[in-house]
């Protein structure tokens, strides 16, 4: 099982992003996937996540300006990012409660995309 991520960049105070996360592999079932991001001398912590059952949670800081969206089908996860600001700057890694073929469920990670918001 991996999980890809794409859509990470530069971009001015203000602007937005868009980032997205397929799980690929021999994947039977995935329960929770989401966002976790850390900037530096940071830890990783939670952006926003979507439950198997439908149901979002998202960190403080992002309420309102963050939007994550599932497509269960694909097994993709993404996220739109507006109204960023510097403080969102960090390092985005998506996030998967995966059973697969081989193993029960389990937690994996992408490889983390860098998302840079500077004037």
């Known amino acids: 099982v991996q999980l890809q991520a794409y859509g990470g960049g530069l971009v001015q105070p203000g602007g937005s992003l868009r980032l997205s996360c397929v799980a690929s592999?021999?994947?039977?079932?995935?329960?929770?996937m989401g966002w976790y991001r850390q900037a530096p001398g940071n830890q990783r912590g939670l952006v926003a996540i979507?439950?198997?059952?439908?149901?979002?949670n998202y960190a403080d800081s992002v309420k309102g300006r963050f939007t994550i969206s599932r497509d269960n089908v694909k097994n993709t996860v993404s996220l739109q990012m507006d109204s960023l600001k510097p403080e969102d700057t960090a390092v985005y890694y998506c996030?998967?409660?995966?059973?697969?073929?081989?193993?029960?469920?389990?937690?994996?990670w992408g490889q983390g995309t860098q998302v840079t918001v500077s004037s």
């Open positions: 996030y998967a409660e995966i059973r697969s073929r081989y193993f029960s469920t389990r937690a994996y």
């Open positions: 592999g021999s994947i039977v079932s995935i329960n929770k």
């Open positions: 979507d439950t198997s059952g439908g149901t979002t």
